[in-house]
């Protein structure tokens, strides 16, 4: 069947069997493999190499007759490869190997393939449809996020997806935005998706104050410390969105009961333990959130750093967490939680429950 890849795309490419047409740049390619002299088209097989782009393995030499193919029995020793820049426009064939056989005949040097494995994360984002619109057409693990800044106009830049959160996608930015955004060339940053009015989709990445303070800047707790002083001096929703994009970046402390398995319990208690003598589990040890009670209203405790806690803090387990996996905890939570109570004993902020879905918004 034939095809042309600007006009259907990578992934009638991606891990497909497609036939290219030689031409005179393509030559050299296939100099090194059997019938190399009287081929007219080329096999190959299609994958993606994270930094270089949708990638033709060459695996052999073919000759197309009407519309026949004869493919050759390539060449285990040679690593030949075609970047699909190079054969955009041209008309190439696909070939359905239900089978399994074409695999079978060149399994070996498909299988070197897998060197290229970007991850299970990447590979996830591969399939996700509503990113095509973003990508680069020859680049499909880059695609087009917008950055945004208040004072600044929308500016496009190339991201190459590295990994994927709860909420957002992250990537590394690959060029140097032209206006000041507070990030550079080479940095992780978080980009979410966006429908517009028109129903299109587009990616955008907050880079305001709070969106850009560094994995540093968020570690000891101060920075979020602030924030909660400074909404509770001052409850705008300006305020509000900078705990929550601060929240969205931070890792928070959750005190923890330590939980043994009933089996454990009951070697502990039959066991006749001496002072110093160490009891080693057999099963894993769980840890299980604290809950505290307001009234008739629950809640999930959280905090900044281990100091916050204070004297509460020495009855628990202290387990640290990024804040998004604290909030599926806190949504998985088997209590009915009025919300989660960042630092209750020190000066405390409750995001409350409603307010939880918005990060799939920041």
Known sequence: MGMKYSEVGFRAFYHNFVAVPIKDNLKEVVEDFPGADKANYILTYGYIDHTEGLTLEVLATSVKHDESFIFGVGN?????????????????????DKDGKMYKSYADKIEM??????GDEIEESRNMHFLDE????????????YLVKDGNNPEGCWVRIEGLAEDHIFGTLLNEPEQDFGCHEGDKIPFYVKHNDYKDISLWSNMNQSSRITAEDLEDGRVLE?????????????HLLDIMAILRDSYVWVPCNAVMSDADQARLTAKDLKIGEEFTTHDQIRMVPDILQSGDEFFFPVFSNIEAMGEYGNGFSKV????????????NNEKDLAGIVINAFSEPYILDKELWNLFDKI
């Open 226 to 238: 602030a924030a909660i002083h400074t909404f509770n001096e001052a409850r705008t929703e300006k």
């Open 320 to 331: 640290q967490k990024h804040f998004l996996e604290a909030l599926v905890l806190a949504k």
């Open 113 to 118: 393939l897998e060197i290229y494995n970007a």
């Open 134 to 145: 973003s990508r680069n057409s020859e680049y499909p693990d880059d695609v087009l996020v």
């Open 76 to 96: 285990t020793e040679k690593s030949s490869k075609i970047r699909i820049g190079s054969v955009m426009n041209d008309e190439c064939f696909y070939f359905d």
